[in-house]
């Protein structure tokens, strides 16, 4: 057989496979795979460098599906590679199987889980930058994209980030087969104009037949000599190779419906391996030394911004740990990660304001075993929640910083306010939630984070607060802080970040009028110090929690959560932002928000029957207000009382 | 004063408006503002066409501020034309005033909130769809966006769909002033590159110099007769106009720092007002009649799937309704949109797979006082979450759809799943979330959902479910159901959507063995039943949470919320999603995660005591287990524990 005919075969064998697998599972994207079969037959056959015994070896290159759907293909792949039997291609989408009805790391060489589309393309920027601007290793990133996805906005912060940052080791592979899921794409076979926009944005490109061997062949030989990332629009058929599902409208999603005949048509099955090239390229090893680093604290009683102490822990980070490197949605100077990029610009990636391409560059660069901390404000992370829900899928370790919390940044308006950002990141699987409220509970966690696996989140303050951890106190993800406690407690003030400062203030005036408080300083939102929660829970039957954030999802339904089983009678207040902030300065914004010191001084006396709520509400008002019954109400979703006037 | 010399001199007012503003507030953008300041001037007089008196009248154009950053230029514009006074302009930032640090709908005529940077120009896509294929009237949308902010996909998704939709009636002025907030953008002053790109896109693009009055004047000329969607290119200085902040780095978001020898060098105030063009044609009234509807109901006993009757619910609704719209996400044959599409292709909009933009156009559509209903994967509603957050902010009345709840998808695995839905639109401000359990209840909520204002979330299954509620029961949003209940009930189980069914079947058995529960179908997770609630603790002590979701965030969360303040000790336990899932068949996938009929029943028997966990775990590990502190714990994030395993 020569080269020709042997990929011909090969992509024959890959839609044979992909229809195997998704008649025996019953579902599944054949057709979609079957567009792509011979480009992917000639990349696994002469231009792909991956040794699939040792997927880890740091030389091999890096294949990625961004249509993830087409998983029927990447397997069969897998299969003629040697990585996986034809017994496991046959349990695909079965209970426990390792090959997922999308493809997961879990069976490797998968980098990245991929499903959700538009995402592998950015994600295969921040592998490519790893190799370029870290690894500083030869290896190529391929990326097969579908033409569906190009409609994601992240498909073209992928492309202009690409090109800023030169990545001429990055291939996206575009299976334009002209068919979507219920109807043509916007550009159908238009490659000419796909081409047009990935020069537009810097790229090379090409334009190509893709069931035509030997163009596929000099495509990729002209993507890999380009010298700058390069796409190809290959022009493919939809179920190529099988009249009854080929170019058909309707026919995406689903097995073949008469998979023998099919196959037969496709000339049957095939058993073919492929000696897959290996990375055969020497590797100098120049592992960085860690540098001694002063790590940064603060005296008690300073003032000092935790965004600030992020900032210089992280840079001190930079110093210990060559692994470490960090991103920023171009608000460095607000996040306080301007500090890292001026100790370590070679370690400094500049995402620009791109919050999608910054959570997914940070996904890339883990994969390859840097440490990535990625941080913009907090409340444009809600505009990456979709990569991060994935990274969570990717068993990523994923380092992310939100600063600008709440209500109390002030004049700048709700748009720049996170108060989802703790219910988004609580909800993420196997994540760690943590809001400090000094410098020094800063600088203990963002070193916590740095030691820790899977995704953490760090959402730090705009203003300074006042530092009241001792630089050497124990402080730990899955931890708490009593701030001030005795015997006497009647009530618990469970606040974390800015509210503390507001809990503890309501402690002394509370403390004035014979009301002991003890406040707990739950910096670690998820996992949350359950134990001794509880504890306050038995000790004082009282607990009013205090947070800058919607009522739902933040501090407040953690601390529930771990009360949910209490054998004994308990009260829980939840002081939260209930209706909608507009500008002012912050204590103006925590008053109307009902998160400071008075309304905690109100609800404490209120709950313990010793006073009138000198809000001039009725008890009955008072509750319903707390509870969240104003505001949410069916009548008066957009809550716009004005401010002002209360 | 001649045109041109008028202009220059609104130009300058515009500058030392923004200047006095954001002096006396001490904050904001004075320097965004002054780069684009020529280009309103030429905007405010001689182009908008809109009655500041009547920011109803439907005739207006629409002027969209997608850089919402450069407020104080949009407030120095209303002042000029007469729609603020100078004493309100000086209130700008400060509380309870109006002019928030970014537009909000608060102050008219503004449509919709901005400062999340990208949001602007893809609802100004949605305002240009409803002129032209709905309204069908010949006003223009106007949006003056940000160089930095084409970093932003959505920025991308917005001219793809402009141009797919042959949106002449859209302007897009970009304000290239080079300089971001840290550092210069990608393209810097690269204008033609800018326009190469917007071209590739199907836009007409235009570049100039944007303090060039005479060219300003020919581009907006050249917008109004070129018949396809333009883009601006406008080459501008940052600070223009002031030499201590021209063009320089490091002026962004921060007051001039000598305002009034800027103002001097500006030529001193001014106090031009413009007469702005009012629309003059006449309209035509072409209301369209509410034709009857049959609305779907189905027989108890039927199997049906919620997101076919949320399909067949809303098309009917477009019959009854003609304001009614839909949108979707590339996935309509998967939501059941497709039968609104079908029903009433005038009104549907494909949006492709672009999800940003779904919900931006959603929000453009409801600025024009259509009543957009969007579709897509729940799960692919986490990537446009900063859009459902702004439009909170907008004061939108949204209603979204999500298909595809859960683990109970099956076999296309967790990229598919959604998970964190519940979380993400709980905490979103005055949301409404449903999520019922067959479908008689999902057409009566998607009925309710159109006359509720405010942003309503519908969360449907893939799967089919058995019609327990008759079509003439009450279900409204904030109500539940009492699927089955007596005053001997020793514990609740609240459950929504597919778990509903589970819950039923673990009720049965306890039966069986002699335990009584009631089962609460909470399908309104937010508002929540609270009193339906608290009587089931009062009466039984103990709840049990069933949900197809992770455990934060979600009906548990929702529920141990309502009892927070509940006299009595109550026991609440959450079954929820806790491992990462993988495919499978429904049941199989909820077996694993513990949410389904046996686990139920095994945690029921545990927690009264009656009997041993059929599971093997000690009484100690079960209740790790439940509470969730498996799998979120420190050392283990990524939870990989096997399926196949338990």
Excluded at 256 to 266: G, K, Q, T, Y
Aim: aromatic share 6%.
């Amino acid at each position: 057989m020569n080269d020709t005919t042997f990929r011909r075969e090969l992509g024959q064998q890959l839609r044979v496979d992909s229809i195997r697998a998704s008649a025996k599972a019953g579902s599944g994207h054949p057709t979609s795979s079957m567009s792509a079969a011979d480009l992917m037959a000639v990349l696994l056959d002469g231009h792909l460098r991956l040794d699939f015994d040792r997927p880890d070896d740091p030389r091999n290159d890096h294949l990625v599906f961004s249509k993830g759907h087409a998983s029927p293909l990447y397997y069969g792949m897998l299969k003629a590679a040697g990585a996986i039997t034809d017994e496991e291609l046959l349990r695909y989408r079965s209970f426990g199987s390792r090959l997922e009805g999308h493809p997961t790391p879990r069976i490797p060489p998968t980098d990245v889980a991929t499903g959700s589309l538009g995402q592998g393309l950015p994600i295969g920027v921040g592998i490519a930058l790893a190799g370029k601007r870290l690894d500083r290793l030869p290896y190529r990133v391929w990326v097969l994209c579908g033409d569906s996805e190009t409609a994601e906005g992240s498909i073209w912060e992928a492309f202009e980030h690409a090109a800023h940052y030169g990545l001429d080791n990055l291939t996206a592979i575009v299976d334009v087969n002209r068919l979507g899921q219920t109807t043509e794409t916007m550009l159908g076979w238009d490659v000419d104009t796909y081409a047009e926009r990935a020069r537009a944005f810097g790229w090379h490109a090409v334009v190509l037949d893709g069931h035509d061997l030997d163009a596929v062949e000099a495509a990729y030989t002209e993507a890999e000599n380009s010298g700058r990332p390069t796409a190809l629009f290959a022009k493919t058929k939809k179920g190529k190779g099988v009249r009854a599902v080929e170019d058909q409208p309707g026919k995406h999603g689903k097995p073949v419906a008469d998979p023998e005949r099919a196959i037969a048509e496709l000339g049957g099955p095939r058993a073919l391996s492929v000696r897959v090239a290996k990375p055969e390229f020497a590797m100098s090893t120049v592992d960085a030394q860690p540098a001694e680093a002063r790590f940064p604290s603060w005296e008690v009683g300073e003032e000092v911004a935790t965004r600030q102490a992020y900032g210089e822990t992280l840079t001190a980070l930079g110093e210990s740990r060559p692994e470490v490197v960090a991103l920023d949605g171009e608000v460095s100077n607000s996040t306080a990660s301007a500090l890292f990029a001026e100790a370590h610009p070679g370690r400094y990636f500049e995402m620009y304001i791109a919050e999608q391409q910054l959570v997914a560059a940070a996904v890339g660069l883990q994969a390859r075993g840097w440490a990535a901390f990625a941080s913009t404000f907090a409340a444009f992370l809600t505009r990456a929640h979709d990569f991060v829900r994935m990274a969570a899928i990717s068993r990523a370790d994923l380092r992310l910083a939100g600063s600008h919390a709440g209500v109390s940044i002030g004049p700048d308006g709700p748009s720049q306010m996170a108060l989802e950002d703790l219910a988004m990141f609580r909800a993420v699987h196997g994540s760690a939630v943590l809001h400090p409220s000094d410098a020094n509970q800063t600088a203990l966690l963002v070193t916590a984070m740095a030691d820790r696996g899977g995704i953490s989140y760090l959402r730090t303050l705009r203003g300074k607060t006042p530092v009241r951890t001792g630089p050497d106190e124990d402080v730990r993800i899955g931890g708490s802080r009593v701030v001030r406690g005795s015997e006497d407690d009647r009530v618990t003030l469970v606040a974390c970040g800015v509210t503390v400062g507001e809990a503890e203030e309501a402690a002394e005036r509370l403390a004035a009028d014979g009301v002991a408080a003890r406040v707990l300083d739950c910096y670690s939102v998820k996992p949350i110090d359950a134990a001794t929660l509880r504890a306050a829970a038995r000790d004082t039957g009282v607990l009013l929690t205090v947070e800058d954030h919607w009522p739902e999802g933040g501090l407040g339904d953690a601390v529930l959560e771990c009360l949910a089983d209490f054998p004994d009678a308990v009260t829980v207040r939840k002081l939260a932002v209930r209706g909608m902030p507009c500008s002012g300065s912050p204590a103006e914004l925590r008053a109307a928000a009902g998160i400071d010191a008075d309304r905690i001084v109100a609800t404490v006396h209120s709950v313990l029957g010793g006073r009138r709520n000198p809000f001039g509400e009725t008890p009955e008002e008072e509750r319903a207000i707390i509870r969240g019954e104003q505001g949410t109400s069916v009548g008066d979703p957009h809550d716009d009382t004005d401010p002002q006037s209360g």
